[in-house]
């Protein structure tokens, strides 16, 4: 068991999200990685207990992330989007950082969640527009698939 002394939890606002098509957007936001392990199941005919056999398929659920809409400098996701509307092929990085004492930005470690072979299933530009709410912000959002992911 890990002692609390011994844990360095990150915070929320502690990664770098970043597409390989899209090097200069800061996304803020990120779904997760979450995937889903089917196997199949039997009966041992003696116990009547339903158990679970090795092998089966394994799904990735899409991956969502999004950021504040900006006009001035989301073009370059509007160019994205148009570029790869017919399936081409991604790939995305999520970075644990850390800012040193001058607020230098570091990579946290020597890894990066690596997400491969992403293809966009949906986007959602200018979303949340609300012109009598002005605490609120503007949304752009993309998900997509990807084929594996890897912390290296």
Request: negative net charge; contains cysteine.
């Amino acid at each position: 068991m890990a002692i609390l002394s011994t844990i360095n939890p990150v915070a929320n606002s502690d990664f770098t999200i970043t597409l390989t098509a899209l090097p200069n957007i800061y996304w803020t936001t990120f779904s997760g990685i979450k995937t889903t392990y089917k196997r199949p199941t039997y009966n041992d005919g003696l116990s009547q207990v339903e158990r679970t056999a090795g092998g089966g398929t394994k799904a990735n659920a899409n991956i969502t992330i999004s950021k504040p809409y900006d006009p001035e400098s989301d073009d370059a996701i509007n160019s994205f989007l148009a570029d790869h509307e017919e399936g081409d092929v991604f790939d995305m990085s999520i970075t644990p950082i850390k800012r040193s004492s001058t607020g230098e930005v570091q990579g946290r470690g020597t890894k990066s969640w690596k997400m491969t072979g992403c293809r966009v299933a949906s986007s959602e530009l200018m979303s949340s527009i609300d012109t009598g709410d002005g605490s609120k912000t503007v949304v752009t959002t993309l998900e997509f698939s990807y084929e594996s992911a890897t912390f290296a």
